[in-house]
């Protein structure tokens, strides 16, 4: 005779392929209904996303595109983004990454 392993787990136990949905299910509503996925917990927003208001972040997002789009004219594409608080004003400054290697001119 076959000895059954004892404390085994639900897991375990229920291991196998899913069933299938049929008209058994119908009558309790579980047809055609995703298994429910365990809710995540949101963190808080940071206490400085109180300041960014929809229509500032709009406004920052477009004059960074515009800063991007005059940086690619530029031949600038990797670059870094510093903030800085000076007086009482917040800047923002692009500061590439890579500078492109020099050639050295051939005479």
């Given at each position: 005779m076959?000895?059954?392993?004892?404390?085994?787990?639900?897991?375990?136990?229920?291991?196998?392929?899913?069933?299938?949905a049929?008209?058994?299910?119908?009558?309790?509503?579980?047809?055609?209904?995703?298994?429910?996925?365990?809710?995540?917990?949101?963190a808080?927003?940071?206490?400085y996303?109180?300041?960014?208001?929809?229509?500032?972040?709009?406004?920052?997002?477009?004059?960074?595109?515009?800063?991007?789009?005059?940086?690619?004219?530029?031949?600038?594409?990797?670059?870094?983004?510093?903030?800085?608080?000076?007086?009482?004003?917040?800047?923002?400054?692009a500061?590439?990454?890579?500078?492109?290697?020099?050639?050295?001119?051939?005479?």
């Open positions: 076959v000895k059954i392993p004892k404390n085994r787990g639900d897991a375990e136990m229920m291991g196998g392929p899913a069933e299938e049929t008209f058994e299910h119908l009558s309790d509503g579980t047809a055609g209904r995703p298994a429910a996925k365990p809710a995540k917990k949101e808080p927003p940071p206490a996303a109180a300041f960014f208001t929809p229509e500032v972040q709009e406004d920052i997002g477009k004059a960074l595109l515009t800063l991007k789009v005059n940086l690619y004219k530029q031949g600038v594409v990797d670059f870094k983004l510093k903030v800085a608080c000076e007086a009482d004003q917040v800047v923002v400054r500061v590439p990454v890579n500078k492109p290697p020099q050639r050295p001119q051939r005479r």
